[in-house]
């Protein structure tokens, strides 16, 4: 009896991802060394990844495999290919090398699958990459739909003079009139601020354009250093890193200043040549790092850091406070006092609610006496929203962005959301449950700010994929045809199925299909539901652990039936295309488990 395989599999490309360990070092006699690594390796939803490993020893050599650590069933050879890969299949692979001298582990090799091209958060292609080489910290729109990117970067695409700031135009790539021949910042930026195509920089330069300007400067549109704006801000200061513009051109602007060895931090509103607004009074209970600012709609400002307000104060608070719009605490603030009051770790980003309420981002685990970890939504009068249940982030929260639709936007150094792997951004409804159609690419880095566009949502940070350190995506899915579409397609390219859509495509047979070969049929799609396309490639190999096997009666052709995929057909294990792969004779709900009835006698599924 001889047998054959027959494999669906979907459409993809793929990225790389850094990382990994050194090569194992031989000892003498003892287990295998390897020769080659498995790389990381980023690929979309329902492509294959691939990896593979080897050794140089010479002996009886036996292969396992291993996702976070756990044995993969089946897979005992030097190759390990995943077939149709789902966000599930986000992990960390090793390969281990196993001999009677003992067993050695290959480096980790990440494996990271990104969403459909369809979905909603998937990165806009019509964006270019605007190639950063460093981390970006700070992002503003202008009105003319041109924003500028400030941080750590020393380049960018097709830029000589891109140090630590540079303006990108609407399709991503960087304006070479912006500051030409401009020395720029001689450190870094931290905070970017505009209003209209006015545009705050702060940091931790002293001087900009080679002229002295300690820590804040106000460009002209080409980028220039505005010099007549003179900020007026307290003695000593190191650096810039709140800045909150107001409709009037008046600007709030925070940071740090340090006289000898004493530290002290400030929160100053300037008026539009920089003067110091005198109907403000800094507020004097800063006594640790101010990291972040919003103003609501009324004009009060919610304030978030380090900070904390003393016990037997009139209003007792830790690392987050509401000032009124001349710097007092705001009557209506009055949060539990004791330990609990406030954040029990530091607020590092906010993002002001049209009902006046904020979001609230950063390090802690609980607010108020309510648990939080790195997320919560905290009401004017100081206590946290119960009704505002955001998920268990595994490390910090450093920006914030909010939509038309009020979903918010988190981006930071979090790995996890709840158990399930996310990378660095998450899209909240507005009861703070994760929006399941959100579906992001998996980062390889930190995001540090987020930026909300009429394109879509921007984000910078220190990563490398999947751009480099400022990517754009889209916040809606990609239209698709509409529903009841009957779409005739040749059967030459892998198939893409998206999830959550009803498509169904049918085979004509029967067909000869040569043993060990491949074979070309044409295929009539129709969308039961919203799709956007549907190609599908049949492959006949030899079985192994990961294809569907047919057995053959008679070699050496198969005699293909008619046969339905239906939508989320998986052609990995058994136990996942066993409920989604139907027979056309008996077909079953998707709920259902086990392997299907036989299909007619000369063929039958295993």
């Known amino acids: 009896m001889r047998r054959a395989a027959i494999t669906a599999l979907l459409a993809v490309s793929a990225l790389v991802s850094a990382g990994g360990l050194p090569e194992a070092q031989a000892d003498g006699g003892g287990p295998p060394v390897f020769t080659r690594q498995p790389l990381p390796t980023a690929v979309p939803f329902g492509h294959t990844a691939a990896l593979a490993a080897d050794t140089e020893f010479e002996a009886t050599l036996r292969w396992e495999w291993r996702k976070n650590g756990a044995v993969i069933p089946g897979a005992a050879a030097s190759r390990l290919t995943l077939y149709n890969v789902m966000e599930e299949d986000t992990a960390e692979y090793h390969a281990v090398a196993l001999s009677d001298a003992g067993a050695r582990w290959s480096s980790p090799a990440a494996v990271i699958v990104q969403p459909p091209e369809t979905a909603s958060g998937r990165v806009d292609e019509a964006f270019t990459d605007p190639g950063f080489g460093g981390p970006v910290s700070a992002l503003a729109l202008r009105a003319d739909g041109s924003f500028l990117v400030a941080g750590e970067f020393l380049s960018a695409r097709g830029i000589s003079n891109a140090a630590r700031l540079v303006r990108i135009l609407p399709g991503g790539m960087p304006d070479p009139a912006f500051r030409p021949d401009a020395a720029g910042p001689d450190g870094a930026v931290y905070a970017l601020a505009s209003l209209g195509n006015a545009v705050w920089a702060g940091g931790d330069f002293r001087n900009f354009d080679t002229a002295p300007a300690p820590c804040l400067v106000k460009l002209t549109p080409s980028g220039q250093r505005d010099a007549a704006f003179l900020p007026a801000l307290p003695s000593g200061a190191e650096d810039v890193r709140v800045l909150v513009p107001l409709p009037d051109g008046r ?28 109907t403000f009074t800094p507020p004097a209970f800063l006594n640790g790092r101010l990291r972040a600012a919003a103003v609501r709609p009324d004009g009060r400002v919610w304030l978030g850091g380090n900070f904390f307000r003393p016990a037997g104060s009139v209003t007792t608070f830790n690392r987050l406070a509401l000032i009124e719009s001349n710097g007092t605490v705001s009557a209506f ?190 295929v009539s799609l129709t969308t039961l539901g919203n799709i956007e396309e549907i190609r599908i490639w049949l492959d006949l190999r030899h079985p192994d652990t990961q294809t569907l096997t047919l057995t053959l009666e008679p070699p050496p052709a198969l005699l293909l039936p008619p046969l339905t995929l239906v939508d989320g057909a998986r052609l990995r294990h058994g136990a996942d295309f066993r409920r989604t792969l139907l027979s056309p004779q008996s077909p079953r709900p998707l709920s259902q488990s086990g392997p299907p009835a036989p299909s007619p006698p000369s063929t039958a599924w295993r």
């Open 251 to 278: 600007i709030y602007a925070g940071g740090r200043s340090r006289q000898g060895n004493a530290v002290s931090d400030w929160l100053v509103r300037l008026s539009a040549d920089g003067s110091r607004d005198l």
């Open 333 to 522: 603030f009055k949060p539990p006092s004791g330990a609990d009051s406030g954040a029990n770790l530091e607020v590092r980003c906010l993002q002001a609610l049209p009902d006046g309420s904020v979001v609230a981002g950063g390090v802690f685990s609980k607010v108020n006496g309510l648990t939080r970890y790195g997320l919560a939504r905290v009401l004017e009068n100081g206590s946290a929203d119960p009704g505002f249940a955001p998920p268990v982030l595994d490390d910090a929260v450093q920006a914030l962005a909010m939509d038309s639709a009020n979903r918010i936007y988190a981006g930071g150094d979090f790995s996890l959301c709840g158990t399930r792997p996310v990378r660095s951004i998450l899209r909240l409804l507005p009861d703070g449950v994760p929006d399941p159609e959100w579906q992001p690419p998996m980062g390889n880095g930190p995001v540090r700010t987020l930026l909300m566009t009429p394109a879509g949502l921007l984000t910078g940070g220190a990563f490398s994929l999947p751009r480099l350190a400022c990517a754009r995506l889209a916040l809606e899915p990609r239209a698709r045809p509409p529903f009841g579409t009957a779409v005739p397609l040749p059967l030459t390219e892998p198939v893409r199925l998206f999830r959550r859509t009803q498509a169904v495509a049918t085979f004509p047979g029967p067909a000869a299909v040569p043993d060990h070969g491949a074979a070309t049929f044409p």
